[in-house]
């Protein structure tokens, strides 16, 4: 059984930093592809960053160059650092896993396609 559970959420003035933590269990992470989700308020959760089994990344372009994911194969642990935060990053972010050996670019954008979710934590960045 996989278990995902994020914290690190909170609210921050743009500009700001913020850093998500997703605690997993259950899974190896050299089979999985892991990543984050972000949903805005009345919008479609979308994919914003993803690391594949082979420690392989993969960010939207609202992200690229302000946040960075990594993970600590010791804890089991995936990170979400988010520097130069904006208000249009506000949301619930999700910590996601999708079972098999996919890069981090081809992990996939569709949340259907990942299997295991976290219980979200929000972020609100205010102007």
């Known amino acids: 059984q996989v278990t995902l559970v994020e914290s690190g959420g909170g609210s921050v003035q743009a500009g700001g930093s913020l850093r998500l933590s997703c605690a997993a269990s259950g899974y190896s992470y050299r089979s999985v592809c892991m990543g984050w989700f972000r949903q805005a308020p009345g919008k479609e959760r979308d994919r914003i960053a993803t690391?594949?089994?082979?420690?392989?990344?993969y960010y939207a372009n609202s992200v690229e160059g302000r946040f960075t994911i990594s993970r600590d194969t010791a804890k089991n642990t995936l990170y979400l650092q988010m520097n130069s935060l904006k208000p249009e990053d506000t949301g619930i972010y999700y910590c996601a896993a999708r079972r098999g050996y996919w890069s981090g670019s081809s992990c996939g954008d569709f949340p259907n396609l990942y299997t295991y979710w976290g219980q979200g934590t929000q972020v609100t960045v205010s102007s």
């Open positions: 690391m594949g089994f082979d420690g392989s990344t």
